[in-house]
């Protein structure tokens, strides 16, 4: 049995999204209502000379990682990569999810186009090998998390707060999501629903109804849920919740 800090459960960080526009992904997110931040790129001692550009939706908890796959084909939508649980010390949640059997950490650094002062924020994640959802999940470790994210960056225009999670339209959970549930904070995850989606706790519906208006996006509304199903860039569904 996986045991972890007494009980204490990883809370979903961010959820990355790659296209082969990051300017189109970049747009579809404004759409949508959320603020998108300044370009950056994230660069890895353990891969020198490699550079992946990168925008950034960040949340009160949580963020989006909007990532530039330009190899991949132009029509292939964005849709969620897989999913990271912040961890305060990667050493011991890889210790604690051992039996999940994890890749070897990998360490990046975020860097900035605008040159901001300060030293660059370096993290630092591991992906689990256990099938636990239908994507890849994995745990991740900041030196100082979001030290180098300004505040008026989590502001958005549709009130978003924060990730609840993702939602699959598979029945059920991987064999290994059990053992992983006690160690990562999965209560978000929601399965059969009608297509993949991503689900946004907001501060106002209203708002939010006014951002896809005036983005001329499609929705339908339902007592405290509002749905927008993909569009252009976007592949997967986004579900706003007050």
């Known amino acids: 049995m996986l045991k972890f800090q007494d009980g204490a459960m990883l809370p979903i960080d961010h959820i990355p999204m790659s296209h082969q526009d990051l300017g189109l992904l970049s747009a579809a997110f404004v759409r949508l209502g959320f603020f998108v931040a300044p370009p950056a790129e994230f660069r890895s001692p353990d891969t020198p000379g490699e550079v992946w550009p990168s925008r950034g939706v960040f949340l009160e908890r949580g963020w989006f990682d909007l990532q530039e796959a330009s190899a991949a084909p132009a029509d292939r939508p964005a849709v969620p990569g897989s999913c990271l649980f912040l961890a305060s010390d990667l050493e011991s949640a890889t210790r604690a999810l051992a039996p999940m059997k994890l890749d070897p950490p990998f360490r990046l650094t975020r860097h900035w186009a605008d040159a901001r002062p300060g030293p660059q924020l370096s993290m630092a994640f591991a992906n689990l090998r256990a099938r636990v959802a239908p994507f890849m999940l994995a745990v991740i ?102």
């Open 141 to 242: 470790a900041y030196d100082a998390p979001g030290s180098d994210v300004d505040a008026a960056w989590r502001r958005h225009p549709n009130t978003a707060l924060e990730i609840l999670g993702p939602g699959f339209p598979d029945p059920s959970p991987g064999p290994a999501a059990e053992d992983a549930a006690r160690v990562l904070d999965l209560s978000g995850f929601r399965y059969g629903m009608g297509g993949l989606a991503v689900r946004i706790r907001v501060e106002d519906l209203d708002r939010v109804i006014g951002c896809l208006e005036a983005g001329q996006l499609e929705f339908t509304r339902g007592g405290l849920e509002i749905h927008v199903p993909p569009f252009g860039a976007l592949g997967c569904a986004f579900v706003f919740s007050a």
